[in-house]
């Protein structure tokens, strides 16, 4: 009988598997046992050193290497190369995390590079305005029945953000990042219509409920609103109007800075350009006064609490010592 992988189903058009494939039969039993491991847990291996594989598959760091070179790779570091190549978009964050831990730098001037980091994400993204497509989405924002913002992962958070900011000043907005997950969104989408807007968020990693979510919206004959980082992005093809967002960096996924204020700064465009906008912001802050702070001394009636009440009480105190005398 013919020997396969152990792992055969899971073999992918990826360099390694189809190498693994053609030559499995050829390979000593340790290099057999190597290339189990690998087939078994493709993502895994494409992020460990060449200590971190031996360790896992329970070889020698010298056999790792030999097995490299087995299926026809100049060493181990081209063999993990192209392992990394089946998941380019997942792991690159992960690759670039990998070599900024290596480099040795104080806290303070990671800090000082994440600020210029996202200064340059920024200033990327303000020289990505198309003038046009900034007038299309402010239309769109204003002339919906409804908005429904969609993101999931970090993008729920800037979700949240945009559906607060525009609150004031357009006739109906939610995050459908709920509880209920992409399921619930689902529940929601099912009633939409060409009268409604939908806003998708998707920022590398790409979540691909906000993708599939986005084309029902699209059959469902609703407007489309993208923000997203790239021409290459999942969510272009199926947008109306796309707003770009530069994300890089060196120790995470995305830029969250540079997406959120790209968000602000369009909730500024449709502030300034709404009916009634000043009225607006001023009956929604009369509204919500009685959730807000307001330092006990404004308040009439009330009685002062902490330092300024002890200090209080204590000269009460004082006073009453002084009228027994």
Avoid at 91 to 110: D, M, N
Avoid at 214 to 233: C, H, I, M, N, W
Wanted: net charge positive; glycine share 6%.
């Amino acid at each position: 009988m013919t020997q396969q992988p152990k792992n055969i189903t899971l073999q992918g058009a990826g360099a390694v598997a189809q190498a693994v494939g053609k030559l499995y039969q050829q390979l000593s039993k340790s290099h057999r046992k190597t290339a189990d491991y690998v087939l078994g847990n493709p993502f895994r291996a494409a992020t460990m050193t060449i200590d971190e594989l031996s360790e896992a598959a329970g070889i020698s760091v010298a056999t790792a290497n030999r097995f490299a070179h087995a299926l026809g790779f100049d060493g181990y570091a081209s063999f993990r190369a192209a392992l990394v190549s089946d998941f380019a978009t997942t792991l690159a964050p992960v690759e670039k995390l990998r070599h900024e831990v290596q480099r040795p730098a104080t806290s303070a001037e990671i800090m000082a590079a994440a600020f210029e980091n996202d200064i340059r994400n920024i200033e990327a993204t303000r020289r990505m305005l198309a003038a046009e497509d900034c007038e299309r989405a402010v239309d769109m924002i204003l002339s919906a029945e409804r908005i429904f913002i969609l993101g999931f992962g970090a993008s729920a958070y800037l979700a949240g953000l945009m559906a607060h900011a525009l609150e004031p000043y357009v006739r109906s907005v939610s995050s459908v990042a709920l509880a209920g997950g992409p399921s619930q969104a689902g529940r929601q989408f099912f009633k939409l219509d060409s009268r409604d807007l939908v806003v998708p968020m998707v920022f590398p990693r790409y979540a691909a409920d906000t993708v599939w979510l986005t084309q029902r919206a699209v059959e469902k004959g609703a407007q489309v609103l993208a923000f997203t980082d790239v021409p290459g992005s999942p969510l272009v093809p199926l947008a109306d109007v796309t707003i770009y967002a530069h994300t890089e960096r060196n120790l995470s996924p995305t830029s969250d800075a540079a997406a959120l204020i790209m968000i602000q700064a369009l909730c500024d465009a449709v502030a300034h350009r709404a009916r009634r906008s000043v009225q607006a912001a001023s009956q929604m802050a009369e509204f919500v006064l009685p959730w807000l702070y307001v330092p006990q001394q404004q308040r009439p009636g009330t009685t002062p609490v902490g330092k300024s009440a002890r200090a209080a009480a204590g000269s009460k105190e004082k006073t009453k010592g002084k009228t027994k005398a």
